[in-house]
């Protein structure tokens, strides 16, 4: 059995009934909407009061482990009411970092935390959210359980020293090794899909399935501002089921499988804004839960500003899918400068059949990008498991405007299903040159097209 069937087999393993076409939410004004959604996000604020690991125990060097440091300055910090858990200059080796209420970890210039190769450290295992689906896991590298108030913040370097020999390997793949995450990332979603409950969904020792990096759970007022990452497991920024959430000025380098740079998932309320993505997949991914265990948590991610941020490498510049079954709605992407060979799309949706769930309200705007590899506006239903599931996917009001591209294979590739069609697409003002094959639209209703050229020509559908 190929892949495509196994998860097929997978995701029919408990359907319930059929919402083919889930309710959808009416358009706002835009811009009043954008207005609200920046009103309402404000980093959280710490009391001036900073816990230096160095004083709990830390040493400097990249040998010793400050694990325990650290934790013990995370609680000081936590029961003093809040302040910084600072990690001063030089070179630190930790296990996962859990954070507190009100507690801000603030890695300075010319500091760098390295986190261990030693899949052990990362147990016992913490509740957890893996592609889309909540289980039992290994501990994320900084991770954050219903906190209110927390930070990672500074200009220092988070190194999470995966490599070909170190977590990436467990990929897997056709010709993958013993230590591969194949076999339980198929046991994860069938689990999901009938409904298990989530404390039996255990894996971790022996599974194989990488943790995220920074995982903030159920969390409320969270900032990530200022630093650089390097060698994730697996995502990179991954808040679940938050609310309020400002990632700001980071720098992600890192080129591992899955290496997604940021990836919010059924969030409320998230500011992205001035970070450079340079990664092994998407450089943002937009998400909510996948299949039956998606409709099963049933949150939306939606009221979402992206702005002022560099996409390089990557699978898309911003991507909305595919673990999407409690959909998305609200996304406000501008001011973008997006490029690369190897960056597949600027503004890519995938979805199927399977998934369902409904995006919608989605504004690209004012997005420069010098060339992508594929198409420019991707939407595809198609995504892996594809078409014959009952759960219909809705694409409807995405907004194209003032984008330019000076090289792509497609400008517009759009691909829905003949019962379930990509309906209300709107571009304007936008200039796709160099566009090797022009634009593809199957399936597609109510595009409407107004001051757009493809390769110096008027578009025409």
């Not at 230096?52 to 040493?59: P, S, T």
């Not at 957890?128 to 689906?133: A, C, M, N």
């Not at 971790?204 to 159920?218: K, M």
């Not at 501002?225 to 995502?235: A, L």
Request: hydrophobic share 35%; aromatic share 8%.
């Amino acid at each position: 059995m190929n892949r495509r069937s196994l998860l097929k087999t997978a995701a029919f393993a408990a359907v319930g009934t059929p919402a083919l076409f889930p309710q959808t939410s009416s358009p706002q004004d835009p811009a009043a909407l954008k207005a609200a959604i920046l009103k309402r996000i404000q980093p959280p604020k710490f009391p001036t009061r900073d816990f230096d690991i160095a004083k709990f125990g830390a040493e400097s060097g990249g040998t010793k482990s400050a694990t325990e440091a650290i934790k013990s300055a995370i609680a000081a910090c936590n029961k003093a009411g809040g302040g910084r858990v600072v990690v001063p200059a030089g070179v630190f080796l930790t296990g996962p970092i859990h954070l507190l209420s009100n507690v801000n970890l603030h890695v300075s210039e010319g500091a760098t935390l390295l986190f261990s190769q030693n899949p052990s450290d990362y147990l016992p295992v913490v509740f957890t959210r893996w592609e889309g689906t909540e289980c039992m896991n290994y501990s994320p590298l900084i991770y954050a359980f219903e906190a209110t108030n927390i930070g990672v913040t500074g200009t220092g370097t988070l190194d999470g020293q995966s490599d070909a020999t170190h977590w990436w390997h467990w990929k897997g793949g056709k010709n993958a090794g013993k230590e591969n995450q194949n076999t339980a990332r198929l046991a994860l979603m069938a689990a999901g899909d009938k409904n298990v409950p989530v404390e039996q969904r255990v894996f971790g020792g022996g599974g194989y399935l990488r943790p995220n990096f920074i995982q903030p759970y159920r969390c409320t007022n969270v900032l990530i501002e200022g630093v650089k990452i390097r060698r994730s497991p697996m995502w990179e920024l991954n808040p679940v089921l938050c609310k309020n959430v400002t990632m700001r000025n980071v720098d992600i380098d890192t080129h591992g499988p899955n290496n997604d740079g940021c990836d919010p998932e059924s969030c409320t309320d998230v500011l992205v804004e001035g970070c450079v993505f340079n990664t092994g997949d998407d450089c943002i991914a937009i998400k909510s839960g996948r299949n039956v265990d998606g409709r099963r948590v049933n949150r939306a991610c939606e009221n979402l500003i992206i702005r002022n941020c560099t996409m390089k490498d990557g699978h898309g510049g911003v991507s909305i899918g595919s673990e999407i079954s409690g959909s998305v709605r609200n996304v406000f992407v501008e001011n973008c400068n997006m490029s690369s060979p190897h960056l597949d799309r600027a503004l890519r949706i995938k979805t199927n059949s399977y998934r369902g769930g409904a995006i919608e309200n989605i504004y690209f705007t004012k997005v420069t990008v010098g060339q992508v590899a594929t198409g420019v506006i991707d939407i595809d239903f198609y995504y892996e498991e594809g078409e014959g599931g009952p759960f219909k996917p809705v694409v409807n009001n995405v907004v194209v405007s003032d984008v330019t591209c000076q090289k792509s294979r497609h400008a517009l590739y759009l691909h829905g299903f003949k019962d379930a069609p990509i309906r209300g697409l709107t571009v304007t003002n936008c200039d796709f040159a160099n566009a090797e094959k022009g634009n593809y639209l199957e399936n597609v209703e109510g595009v409407k097209l107004t001051n757009v050229t493809v390769n110096g020509k008027p578009a025409v559908l």
